[in-house]
């Protein structure tokens, strides 16, 4: 089984565009949601598709399983998305040995820009770069579980120009 270990935070600055290593357009939906757990469908570039399976209501650990599925029957999955079906381009970002993924999200969260780092463990502290604003690990009101089934309220929506 594998673990997610992430830390999330608001984007300050749009500082980071100048140092990425790729760009991907997704298309997630939720399939179903529960406090501790969700399962969820994702596209990417419109080539590839996974089934993701989330267990636990820890915010920085959870357990995950992840599984590439045909496009085609991602794309069906889609048509029973619990909520909104969310829109964004991750980017890549390398800093001092860790991957930075920035998802700027476009529809109904057009403005909203997060970063993430996955960590190997709990105790790794990564390099804060200066375009990385304020943490929101743990702010559920920031997971794209909450954002697909929830509406996030506008003052929360942190733009950057883009």
């Not at 608001?10 to 980071?16: E, P, Q």
């Not at 399939?31 to 989330?54: G, Q």
């Not at 619990?82 to 969260?109: L, S």
């Not at 604003?133 to 997971?143: A, I, L, Q």
């Amino acid at each position: 089984m594998a673990k997610e270990i992430e830390r999330k935070f608001l984007v300050a600055n749009d500082g980071w565009r100048s140092q990425t290593t790729s760009a991907t357009p997704m298309r997630q939906a939720y399939l179903s949601v529960n406090s501790d757990r969700s399962i969820r469908v994702r596209t990417s570039n419109e080539e590839t598709a996974k089934l993701t399976i989330k267990f636990g209501s820890n915010t920085l650990v959870r357990d995950e399983f992840e599984y590439t599925i045909p496009l085609e029957e991602a794309a069906e999955m889609i048509e029973f998305a619990v909520g909104n079906v969310i829109e964004k381009v991750r980017y890549t970002v390398e800093v001092a040995g860790f991957t930075w993924e920035v998802d700027v999200f476009e529809g109904a969260y057009r403005g909203l820009v997060i970063a993430e780092v996955e960590l190997k463990s709990e105790t790794d502290r990564p390099l804060i770069p200066d375009w990385v604003g304020r943490e929101v690990t743990g702010d559920r009101r920031y997971s794209n579980q909450a954002l697909a089934t929830e509406r996030l309220k506008p003052e929360l929506v942190h733009a950057v120009s883009n």
